[in-house]
């Protein structure tokens, strides 16, 4: 119920400061977030979190394949069933294992080159 109270007092807060600051003050807000935007620092950032999110997002597909070949190996190498069962375990826990470490890396990444995106950002706004 709090957070229903929040959102309603948050939009009408909203409503009432925009209505008294106008259609015109929105466009001059609107023209400046647009300028900067479209600032050659921020585009290059732009670019580089746009390359570096494409090739994260081709590491994890990867270290799921390495995991199903690993997994795969183990089945079919040679002794009790219950020996492969095992292989395979170790096998599924040791890429689980690669797969949380590559994400976690990827997180940081991502974060790291939005974090200087917004440096970027903020020193083209301040100049």
Do not use: C, H
Request: proline share 2%; net charge positive; glycine share 12%.
């Amino acid at each position: 119920m709090r957070g229903k109270i929040g959102i309603v007092v948050g939009f009408a807060a909203g409503y009432v400061l925009g209505s008294r600051a106008g259609r015109e003050r929105y466009e001059q807000i609107k023209t400046g977030v647009e300028k900067l935007w479209n600032t050659d620092p921020v585009q290059k950032q732009v670019g580089k979190v746009k390359d570096f999110g494409a090739s994260a997002a081709m590491a994890l597909p990867s270290a799921l394949w390495d995991g199903a070949l690993k997994i795969g190996k183990a089945t079919t190498k040679s002794g009790s069933p219950g020996q492969k069962l095992d292989a395979a375990l170790r096998a599924g826990k040791d890429s689980a294992e690669d797969v949380a470490r590559g994400a976690e890396t990827t997180a940081d990444e991502v974060k790291k080159a939005a974090e200087k995106a917004a440096d970027e950002a903020k020193k083209a706004a301040d100049s």
